[in-house]
């Protein structure tokens, strides 16, 4: 990444942080923060976890929309970022410089993106259906949007900095992150069921959307 | 030893969970993932201006992948947990400072 992009990303990314956080502090009590620890170490773990997809390549779950429709989108941000610095400070997985542009895609885009997307798709089934029936197929696809959304801003952040013509940047990270999506959905759809079996009272999203 | 029992009576499916998760990141592929992928086929380098202490997951040279994968995996927890403890015992003292009551 060229300096240009670091910085513009740097300071989106931090803007959002610090509106975030506004509203994020007032979900902390007694209850939500051990829920939030929990989600967070549980995704750290899970994006460790790379299972292999065709053409040598591995994809792992994100956990974004999977935090989301359990805290909220503000709460997710949040985990979502928390995890990257741990990952980029200790692991070194992703760099110092390419930080703010991570969180820009994967945390602020992706989350933000996917729960806009689940409540506008869930608004406009309401409408055709009595009960919503498509809840899990509405999951899977924000879950799948929010890779998707991810891949295609970093393609295009790496374009701008001008290392490869941007065209063929977002092709290929639309195209592999298309698939390393589909596993992301399907993880997400499991979980969520399992979690609502179990423990419906900490499903955030609800019916309606 | 009775309270750590009863930890364990009420929260035994998170700890299974996480001791599963820990195993299973030993299988986890070494093949690159979606970005990396990518970076591979324009062949673009990343430059490194910072060097963390746990690079690349690996804690010490003389351990197998299998068991720096799950030593991370333990060290990234304990991590997040020390910072939500730090947050929580932040927002604690704030609560009692302000006299404020966010609960719900």
């Known amino acids: 990444m060229n300096t240009p992009v670091i910085v ?12 975030f956080w506004q509203k994020v502090k007032k979900q902390f009590n007694e209850q939500s923060v051990p829920k939030i620890a929990l989600l967070a170490a549980f995704i750290f773990v899970a994006q460790m976890i790379n299972i292999p997809i065709s053409e040598g390549t591995s994809g792992h779950l994100l956990g974004g929309f999977l935090a989301a429709s359990l805290l909220g989108p503000f709460a997710s941000v949040f985990l979502i970022s928390l995890v990257l610095v741990v990952q980029m400070f200790v692991f070194q997985d992703g760099g110092l410089t390419a930080l703010g542009a991570n969180i820009l895609n994967m945390g602020i885009a992706g989350v933000c993106g996917s ?19 498509l809840i899990l197929f509405n999951i899977f696809m924000s879950a799948w949007l929010s890779v998707e959304i991810g ?3 970093c393609g295009i952040e790496l374009g701008l900095s001008g290392f490869a013509d941007w065209k063929i940047v977002v092709g290929l990270m639309s195209g592999v992150h298309a698939i390393i999506g589909v596993l992301e959905g399907i993880l997400t759809v499991f979980i969520y069921q399992a979690i609502r079996h179990i423990r419906p009272d900490l499903i955030y999203i609800n019916q309606k959307g | 030893m009775e309270r750590l029992y009863q930890f364990f009576r009420k929260y035994w499916l998170i700890v299974f969970a996480f001791i599963l998760l820990i ?40 351990f197998t ?9 333990v060290l990234g927890i304990l991590i997040i947990f ?4 730090l947050i929580k015992k932040k927002f604690s003292r704030y609560k009692n400072n302000k006299k404020m009551s966010h609960a719900t």
Do not use: R
């Not at chain 2, 979606?34 to 010490?60: C, F, N, R």
């Open chain 2, 82 to 85: 020390t910072i939500f403890w």
């Open chain 2, 65 to 73: 992948p299998m068991l720096n994968q799950m030593l991370s995996a």
């Open chain 1, 151 to 153: 891949a295609i801003l």
């Open chain 1, 115 to 133: 729960y806009l997307f689940f409540k506008i798709i869930s608004k406009l089934e309401a409408q055709f259906f009595q009960k919503n029936q």
């Open chain 1, 8 to 19: 513009t990303t740097y300071t989106l990314s931090s803007g959002y942080l610090i509106y």
């Open chain 2, 23 to 62: 195993f299973l990141t030993t299988l986890s592929s070494t093949h690159p993932d979606g970005l990396e992928w990518t970076a591979q086929k324009l062949g673009l380098k990343e430059k490194e201006i910072y060097h963390s202490p746990v690079a690349d997951y690996t804690i010490s040279e003389h």
